[in-house]
């Protein structure tokens, strides 16, 4: 099983609507989380962090919830740019920060 | 954007020949990583490393190996290439390993290994 686990979707929403992710992680341990955008056939880049009292950026919030051990991203009045996968990333966990990652969610946001 | 430049972009190699992919940064990063990306399975660690001549493995580490005598440039070596390693691999910097210390990555190498 891996350590981080994400529907990989895809996710087809019309422009406008809002759209939401979660990501599950089976170390307790992990510390830090992030959530990074990855367009077709291009590099990884990192969309936010993700802190335990939620954080927001614009149209997307990440939330943290340990208890649960899960993500969240929410895309509000999505965008056709917006189009892309989204992938989830843990760190910290055994007193190693190597970013570990989930698989991916796919989002198509169509006319 | 992180100074960060693979190389080559794209290869096509035969089966059973040496094969290096650079990875060069201008961050001054203590961190460096190797990923591989392939359908279905996301981004799987290869190898990587804390500091020159600091290397560990990584969850798919069989068949590759790496070296890094300078802070800026990572080596990924795959010693005899097999049809299985044909994917596209990511080299990413961090700053410190911390847990506030995002990755940045280059642009990907795209091997084929034929």
């Known amino acids: 099983r891996k350590e981080v686990e994400q529907d990989p979707g895809p996710f087809n929403v019309p422009e406008g609507a809002t759209v939401a992710f979660n990501c599950t992680y089976s170390n307790s341990a992990s510390q830090s989380f992030f959530w990074y955008r990855q367009d077709c056939r291009k590099e990884p880049k990192l969309l936010m962090s993700v802190y335990s009292s939620g954080n927001e950026d614009g149209r997307f919030t990440a939330q943290l919830n340990r208890a649960s051990q899960y993500i969240s991203l929410l895309i509000r009045d999505s965008k056709l740019s917006d189009s892309a996968t989204y992938l989830c990333?843990?760190?910290?966990?055994?007193?190693?920060?190597?970013?570990?990652f989930g698989r991916g969610t796919s989002l198509i946001v169509h006319p | 954007d992180a100074g960060i430049t693979q190389s080559p972009r794209h290869k096509v190699t035969e089966t059973g020949t040496p094969v290096t992919l650079r990875c060069h940064q201008t961050e001054n990063h203590r961190y460096m990583y190797w990923y591989r990306q392939d359908p279905g399975h996301g981004l799987r660690l290869i190898h990587y490393s804390y500091g020159v001549k600091d290397t560990d493995k990584g969850e798919v580490s069989d068949g590759y190996s790496v070296s890094r005598s300078k802070t800026e440039d990572f080596l990924l070596t795959l010693e005899s290439a097999t049809s299985s390693q044909t994917s596209v691999y990511f080299c990413?910097?961090?700053?410190?390993?911390?847990?506030?210390?995002?990755?940045?990555f280059g642009q990907g190498t795209r091997l084929t290994v034929v």
């Open positions: 990333v843990g760190q910290g966990s055994g007193g190693s920060y190597i970013p570990t």
């Open positions: 990413a910097i961090s700053e410190t390993g911390g847990e506030t210390s995002e990755a940045f």
